[in-house]
């Protein structure tokens, strides 16, 4: 268990409609990373923020949106979905460096909402 | 713009037969090369991460090595609980976030 955790795991739904997808980081951890996963096109980064303010975008369409909450919790918008939009979408976070220990710049992944759009 | 090729795309082994696994990139500027276990259906599970051409990094029958232009990803003796698609990244000193950029991965199966 990574401790990151998502929610919904599994979601279908129709073309045209606009689903939200969250996300729980692990505690104390303050960036939140967002990847879409499909067959065709592996793991691509959409999008990371950082205490509640974007740090990098990535291939984001303009029909998903992100935001991160005070409280650190993540959510993804995905509207006017069409079909090439189902997959696999991961949000994972990492732990800030602390001094004395080695920074590995490890992403801790959780098990993913499966997005199918019919 | 950062990019990773991974080879081959699938790798079918039996039990205790060796291989590597190649992850060829290119990056401006690497702050770290990642290696990732992904089993069907879950998140990708961090294995490793090298910092510098001539770096090793070994766990169990994994041993990662890193050049500057590749890392392998070796498996000694391998066993059927190895089958998984393993995934390899790069974090580029030249982003503004810790963003890694991911290869299409190797998906090995292992046979008793």
């Known amino acids: 268990d990574s401790g990151v955790t998502q929610t919904p795991k599994h979601l279908i739904t129709a073309t045209g409609q606009r689903v939200t997808l969250r996300c729980s980081p692990r505690s104390g951890d303050l960036s939140v990373y967002w990847y879409q996963q499909s067959l065709d096109q592996g793991l691509q980064f959409l999008i990371q923020y950082y205490n509640g303010e974007e740090r990098a975008k990535g291939n984001i369409l303009e029909r998903f949106s992100a935001q991160q909450f005070p409280d650190l919790h993540s959510e993804l918008n995905l509207s006017s979905l069409e079909l090439g939009d189902s997959a696999l979408y991961f949000c994972?976070?990492?732990?800030?460096?602390?001094?004395?220990?080695?920074?590995?710049?490890?992403?801790?992944f959780g098990e993913g909402s499966r997005l199918t759009v019919l | 713009e950062d990019q990773v090729t991974q080879s081959p795309e699938a790798l079918r082994l039996q039990e205790g037969e060796s291989s590597s696994l190649n992850c060829s990139y290119t990056v401006s500027g690497l702050r770290g090369l990642f290696w990732y276990r992904q089993d069907p259906g879950k998140g990708p599970e961090f294995l490793f991460t090298l910092y510098s051409a001539g770096e090793e990094k070994e766990k169990e029958r994994l041993k990662a090595t890193l050049t500057k232009k590749e890392s392998f990803l070796h498996i000694t003796a391998p066993k059927p609980e190895d089958s998984a698609t393993y995934l390899c990244?790069?974090?580029?000193?030249?982003?503004?976030?810790?963003?890694?950029?991911f290869g299409g991965g190797t998906r090995l199966m292992v046979k008793p």
């Open positions: 994972a976070s990492s732990a800030r460096p602390q001094a004395g220990t080695t920074y590995t710049g490890e992403l801790f």
């Open positions: 990244a790069v974090q580029s000193l030249a982003n503004a976030g810790n963003m890694l950029t």
